[in-house]
């Protein structure tokens, strides 16, 4: 039983040792600051620069301790299992409030869409009577945008360039439902 308790306590002086000692700010910064970007991650969807940010700051809190602050095996195993463990749980506390929390009614997370919902039962000849008329984009159409066309709205799509928001453009095809525009240049 003596042989548990100073295993336990040589365990506890090692964790604490982690926090402790002449860099222990640099592995605790790059940890906070690894922690902070893998949230941005979780904020915005994509593998990017936060992500990858994230992580590289979290393997430089291991290095940093495993070598500017001497740290023993024991610490580094510590540290690795910190990191996990808080990343899990940053990961399980967005995946949960993606569903049934606050994130889950935020448009990040919304899967909502531009499109009518009848728009694939509109009349196919009610499209193509749009051919050649003009419109004002209300987004930035990359190739794709919405366009108000009289006092209708449509999802459109553009071959060309990226239109800023608000251009004036012309319907120039209708192909499968799919309406097509240009920029007019005056």
Same mark, same amino acid.
């Given at each position: 039983m003596n042989t548990s308790i100073l295993l336990a306590g040589s365990a506890w002086n090692e964790f604490v040792s982690i926090f402790t000692g002449e860099f222990a700010w640099l592995t605790i910064l790059f940890m906070v600051v690894g922690m902070i970007l893998c949230i941005i991650e979780a904020i915005i969807p994509g593998f990017g620069i936060f992500g990858i940010g994230g992580i590289l700051c979290e393997v430089a809190a291991v290095i940093v301790n495993a070598t500017l602050c001497n740290g023993s095996p024991l610490q580094v195993l510590i540290l690795i299992l910190i990191l996990t463990l808080v +990343?899990?749980?940053i990961f399980l506390l967005f995946v949960r409030s993606a569903r049934f929390g606050i994130l889950?009614? +935020?448009a990040i997370v919304e899967n909502k869409t531009t499109i009518p919902k009848d728009y694939g039962e @509109?009349?196919? @000849?009610?499209l193509k009577d749009l051919i050649g008329k003009e419109g004002?984009?209300?987004t930035e159409c990359h190739p794709i945008g919405t366009v108000r066309i009289g006092e209708e709205v449509y999802e459109v799509s553009s071959k060309g360039p990226i239109i800023p928001k608000g251009d004036v453009v012309k319907v120039v095809a209708v192909e499968d439902n799919i309406i097509y525009v240009s920029k007019i240049t005056y």
């Open positions: +990343t899990l749980l889950g009614k +935020t @509109q009349d196919s @000849q009610k004002i984009l209300i």
